[in-house]
């Protein structure tokens, strides 16, 4: 266990590394995020009303930390798929290294980046006056519910980062983060959409996180009294706790049949 730790931390500080290397992916990542604030909340925010009033402000902003988890997985596929197409993965495979290492170094290292992007969309909503009407332990919470899904989507990029041949399969999954993100209960109130596709928002796991979200923090939420909205804090912990459930071990199957 102990060496397991220590060859995930060497791996984890080299795509660290590669990231402090490459300022401008920093600078889209952390600008990105904003922009979408940016150009949700005030170019057509105003146009968007919230079921049962409120700010749209303080509507939107639990649903864009949710959507900051969402982007930049299709990086980490891009990322685990170049390393295996360099023959890097296999250099990694044939040294007495712990087999866990990569993936957990690679996700260790794309955690570090998320809460990078978390933080500074947290600043921007703050100044852009969005903020959390419960109390530290609410909002810390709520935070901790936004990482654990970005870690659950996390190995569903390192799965498909494995399985994908091309980087053009891995440009036409990345298309599917917006649609993804738009069919959830993000940017809009299901209860506006149509019967089944209101249903199917609803389901998005990305809704339980973003309603749980406005729950912790205290903002305005969609006021929706189906069983999925009321019980929203516990399917933020129960669908990233699946998802990890279900890739993690394709990942890890994956990762030790490469080259077979």
Known sequence: MRWAFADGWTVTRRFLIH???QPAQVAVLVAFPILMVLMFGYLVGGAIGVPG???YIEFLMPGMFTMTMLFGVSSTMLAVRTD???GVTDRFRSMPMSPSAVLVGRCAADMFGS???LASITVCGLIAGWQSRAGIGATLLAFALLL???????????????????NGAISAVQTLEFPIGFLSAIFVA???MPGWLGVAAEWNPLSATATAARELFGNAGWGSDSWIA???VLMAIVWPLLIVAVFFPLAVRRYRGLGR
């Not at 654990?148 to 990029?157: H, P, Q, S, T």
């Open 19 to 21: 990231l402090v290397r």
């Open 84 to 86: 295996a197409a360099n």
């Open 190 to 192: 299901p209860s506006t």
């Open 230 to 232: 009321s019980n929203s």
């Open 148 to 166: 654990l899904l970005r870690f659950a989507l996390l190995w569903i990029g390192i799965h498909l980062g494995l399985m994908l041949r091309s």
């Open 115 to 117: 809460t990078l992007a």
């Open 53 to 55: 009033g409120g700010d």
